[in-house]
């Protein structure tokens, strides 16, 4: 047995055992077996999937930038081109296995050389009795033809509906594009709130280090702190001062990016960005691994071109067997026109033809090797897709309760470096810390609170990306 017979053989039991409903068993059995314990902690049947995004999504001017990019997005509308491509495909090949019409009006004039055979036979005859025939003979024809090709071996219907599965496949796959282009329009609507309260928090810091520069200025003046303090003061100040314009660089970029998404020229992105650090993610429900076959477009698309692929084998091995093809036609054909439509002039025929590849099948025989191994990539990459589902779905879920954890935590790191800042400020004017110990206190209070709002940006972003990879966003 030769490597190519090994691999359709290995292609065929991989797509039966798919199709008997292999993936959903083999997930059903992890479902009770070898989930990881946090996922056991959130399975149940409700799947937040199952929620459209418009009720997902409460902020209304993200809402309103989801649904004016499902209009716009330039990305997306090239994908509704190639649905309507499919659909025509799915047309043309529906065509092509019902007979084929064709109307034919013709008209023409020949003359033949004298010193032919033709023409000599001519010279000698009459069309009628005393009259020749003309130097110049007209020619008139009206015909309809039909012509068909039996689909004995279904070549031709198969080919049709492979072609409507790969139809059903592209929307699928668009809406997995909308799941995406939702997710990363929300994923960056809170980044943008994200930097705006950074930036914020940049500023009160430095005004909380301008007013201790001021302080330490006073000092100096009362011989109780040096230059060299006032030196690292302005410092800080102006280092916070140039990270401010680093920031708003990033808000600049993080805005852009969601024009694009939305299809727009460059403009300010309306948002609210008060209170976003008392965002909470939404409860996640994850329901069953089993309903991300069901939910996830990926995962259908990825099904729809494996039975296409199955499809698309029977028809390259249809074509090594007969074809039966019908012709057919009737019409009139005369060479005056007053005597185009008469009993006389009418011409008809009707011809069957059986058509087999006896020799140089190796193109026929390159096509078949090919439908075969695109029907095995077809199963590996169906196999990898719901692998792929749900290990993200775990990773997830998994980071979206240790992102809380380590939210709640840092929230108490910045509770205590915003009231040791308090503190050194008290302990520096009595002269009982020195200026290092205060510009330390500052410096760890905003990176923490940098921290914490990096970490809010995480737990969004974790909420957005589970909810897409269940297979939510596009409806």
Not at 69 to 79: F, H, K, V
Not at 139 to 158: F, G, H, P, Q, T
Request: glycine share 4%; aromatic share 8%.
């Amino acid at each position: 047995m030769n490597k190519n017979n090994i691999l359709s053989y290995i292609g065929i039991i991989c797509i039966s055992l798919v199709f008997k409903g292999c993936a959903p068993a083999l997930l059903q059995k992890t479902e009770n077996n070898s989930v990881p314990e946090s996922y056991h902690d959130v399975q149940e049947t409700t799947n937040t999937a199952q929620v459209s995004w418009a009720e997902f999504f409460t902020d209304t001017n993200l809402i309103a930038l989801v649904d004016t990019a499902l209009q716009n997005n330039q990305e997306l509308n090239i994908t509704l081109q190639e649905i309507i491509i499919a659909g025509n495909e799915v047309r043309a090949r529906k065509g092509e296995y019902l007979p084929f019409v064709k109307l034919k009006a013709g008209a023409g004039a020949d003359k033949v050389g004298e010193f032919t055979r033709k023409g000599a036979v001519e010279k000698n005859l009459d069309i009628k009795p005393g009259e020749e025939f003309p130097g110049t003979l007209q020619d008139y024809l009206i015909s309809a033809n039909v012509s068909w090709e039996v689909d004995i071996w279904k070549k031709l219907r198969n080919a049709k509906k492979a072609a409507a599965l790969k139809y059903l496949s592209t929307i699928e796959g668009k809406n997995f594009m909308v799941t995406k282009l939702v997710a990363e329009i929300a994923s960056s609507y809170y980044e943008l709130m994200a930097f705006d309260n950074m930036l914020a928090a940049v500023k009160k810091y430095i005004e909380i280090q301008k007013n201790a520069l001021e302080i330490v200025k006073l000092q100096k003046l009362a011989a109780k702190a040096t230059e060299l303090a006032v030196r690292k003061f302005e410092a800080e100040v102006l280092k916070n001062q140039s990270y401010q314009y680093t920031i708003e660089q990033k808000i600049t970029v993080t805005e852009n990016r969601i024009n694009f998404l939305v299809g727009r020229f460059p403009q300010p992105v309306q948002r609210n960005s008060q209170g976003y650090n008392d965002l909470a993610p939404d409860t996640i429900h994850a329901g069953l691994p089993s309903q991300l076959l069901t939910n996830r477009p990926d995962i259908k698309q990825a099904e729809l071109e494996l039975a296409a692929a199955k499809l698309d084998v029977k028809v390259a091995r249809a074509r090594f067997y007969p074809s039966l093809g019908i012709t057919a036609g009737v019409g009139y054909q005369a060479f005056e026109p007053k005597y185009l439509i008469r009993p006389e002039s009418m011409l008809y025929n009707l011809a069957g033809d059986l058509a087999v590849p006896l020799i140089n099948r190796l193109a026929l025989k390159a096509a078949y090797y090919n439908a075969n191994a695109k029907q095995i990539q077809a199963v590996y990459n169906y196999e990898r897709t719901v692998l792929n589902a749900y290990i993200e779905v775990v990773n997830k879920l998994s980071n979206i309760s240790n992102l809380k954890k380590k939210y709640d935590l840092k929230a108490k790191e910045v509770e205590a470096l915003t009231q040791s800042i308090t503190l050194a400020g008290k302990l520096f004017k009595s002269a009982r810390a020195n200026y290092l110990e205060v510009l330390m206190t500052q410096r760890d209070a905003l990176q923490a609170k940098m921290e914490l709002i990096e970490t809010k940006v995480q737990q969004m972003n974790a909420m957005v990306s589970i909810y897409q990879a269940l297979g939510g966003g596009w409806k």
